[in-house]
């Protein structure tokens, strides 16, 4: 849904007359923009930190693109062996299921967190969808999650 703009950010709410008259459709996290999701799940300095710190692991330089179905047309594009690509797409999903909870716990619990511990939430996603995934796996989450620190 965030690759298709039907997140329910301030502004398609507010686009859905949704969000009362007069409240802000900024940011929660920057209040510098409006809250859109190319801005939230890809622009917001917060989250764009993160994108860093997932492809780090990898050893993957990057540009961030202007759009988050450009950063996913690049993302499921990239030719790897299985299960390296099983991680790696992995790794996508998990990133944006993150920010999504930690900009959710910021409006409605007023929750902070910082990029790292982000990252770590995202490893430790990977790592539990992957053991499901993948029930032959003999690392326990703990393990494959050290493995992704040796690697980044």
């Not at 398609?12 to 969000?19: H, Q």
């Not at 047309?73 to 062996?81: A, I, N, P, S």
């Not at 690509?85 to 409006?107: G, H, I, M, P």
């Not at 409605?108 to 029930?135: H, Q």
Request: proline share 3%; glycine share 2%.
């Amino acid at each position: 849904m965030a690759i298709q703009e039907r997140v329910s950010t301030r502004s398609v709410l507010s686009n859905k007359n949704i969000v009362p008259e007069g409240q802000s459709v900024s940011c929660p996290l920057c209040s510098l923009h409006l809250e859109m999701p190319d801005h939230l799940f890809l622009h917001c300095q917060f989250f764009g930190k993160t994108w860093s710190l997932i492809l780090d692991w990898w050893h993957v330089k990057w540009v961030c693109p202007k759009t988050l179905s450009n950063l996913a047309w690049w993302w499921f594009d990239t030719r790897l062996r299985i299960l390296e690509k099983n991680v790696w797409e992995a790794s996508f999903y998990a990133t944006l299921w993150s920010l999504w909870l930690v900009r959710n716990d910021y409006v409605f619990n007023n929750a902070s967190t910082s990029f790292e511990v982000v990252g770590e939430l995202v490893k430790i996603r990977v790592a539990m969808w992957m053991k499901t995934k993948f029930a032959f796996m003999i690392y326990s989450v703990e393990e494959f999650k050290v493995y992704l620190n040796r690697h980044s």
